[in-house]
């Protein structure tokens, strides 16, 4: 059976609209890096999906890149939903593997999105991130974005970086 959002006369939400040029897979390599760890470059896949629901399903995930582009190790995860609001307001929900969940709000201009941190939960055993920072937005045909963490006792730091071509619809 075909995905829901692939079935003839499936229409999405009219709330994601404002989020619509995000729809799809992308895939490109970036660098993440803090004081408390060494830069490596990383590749990354996310996908933007839709249920139908006044909101967008969010996966990521990231491997190692060696020097010559080769794929190492797996790095990290986060699932998520973003919901867009009235007056171009969005609120974003994220997960991670590690522990640790995330509320951001935030806004959305045109292709651009800025987000911050409401509130951060995490287990017992995750690490100790205390914030964080989003901006994601088109350059040109390619989704970009940077995230900046505050954790480990660091303020708000920036941690990773990429830009990424949209593979599929």
């Known amino acids: 059976m075909e995905p829901l959002a692939e079935q003839p006369g499936f229409e999405p939400h009219p ?5 619509s040029f995000l729809l799809g897979r992308w895939e490109g390599a970036g660098v993440v890096g803090y004081p408390t760890i060494e830069s490596v470059n990383f590749g990354q896949e996310i996908t933007f999906s839709h249920n139908g629901k006044p909101f967008l399903i969010y996966s990521s ?3 190692l890149l060696d ?3 080769t794929v190492g190790r797996p790095l990290a ?8 609001q009235d007056n171009d307001q969005l609120e974003v929900l994220l997960t991670h593997p590690t522990g640790i969940t995330e509320i951001y709000v935030g806004h959305i201009e045109g292709t651009k999105i800025e987000l911050i941190t409401d509130a951060v939960v995490r287990t017992a055993t995750a690490k100790e991130v205390a914030a964080g920072k989003r901006l994601y937005g088109l ?3 390619d989704l970009g974005y940077a995230y900046d963490m505050a954790a480990v006792g660091q303020p708000l730091t920036p941690h990773v970086s990429a830009q990424l071509k949209r593979v599929s619809t």
């Open 139 to 141: 350059i040109g045909a």
């Open 67 to 69: 020097a010559d582009g």
């Open 77 to 84: 995860m986060e699932v998520g939903f973003w919901r867009p």
């Open 61 to 63: 995930r990231t491997w």
């Open 15 to 19: 709330a994601i609209a404002p989020l």
